[in-house]
Nanobody
Framework: QVQLVESGGGLVQAGGSLRLSCAAS????????WGWYRQAPGKRREKVAT???????YYEPFAEGRFTISRHNGENTLALQMNSLKPEDTAIYYC????????????WGQGTQVTVSS
């Protein structure tokens, strides 16, 4: 059974930092894209940042310069270092692993709550 398990969420004041982690298990992961997504109350889930197995990284504009995504292929882990947090960063943060060609897959974690107080 494939599992993606996030950790590291919590309550932080504006300007503070948090580090999210995601640990994956249950299959071999390769040739894929891992990413962090978030969903705030009443809003659609949105992409935060992604990293391919080859190391190509993408950040949404709101994350650029404040967030850092990192991936450890050998350990099947993903991290998101979040600095200079703002109240608008408050959301549930999800880890995702997807592969667009055969054998395709698309897995999500259960999410971890991040709350930034003003």
């Amino acid at each position: 059974q494939v599992q993606l398990v996030e950790s590291g969420g919590g309550l932080v004041q504006a300007g503070g930092s948090l580090r999210l982690s995601c640990a994956a298990s249950g299959r071999t992961f390769s040739g894929d894209i891992w990413g962090w997504y978030r969903q705030a109350p009443g809003k659609r889930r949105e992409k935060v940042a992604t990293v391919t197995s080859g190391g190509t990284i993408y950040y949404e504009p709101f994350a650029e310069g404040r967030f850092t995504i990192s991936r450890h292929n050998g350990e099947n882990t993903l991290a998101l270092q979040m600095n200079s947090l703002k109240p608008e960063d408050t959301a549930i943060y999800y880890c995702r692993a997807q592969r667009h060609y055969l054998p395709k897959y698309d897995y999500w974690g259960q999410g971890t709550q991040v709350t930034v107080s003003s």
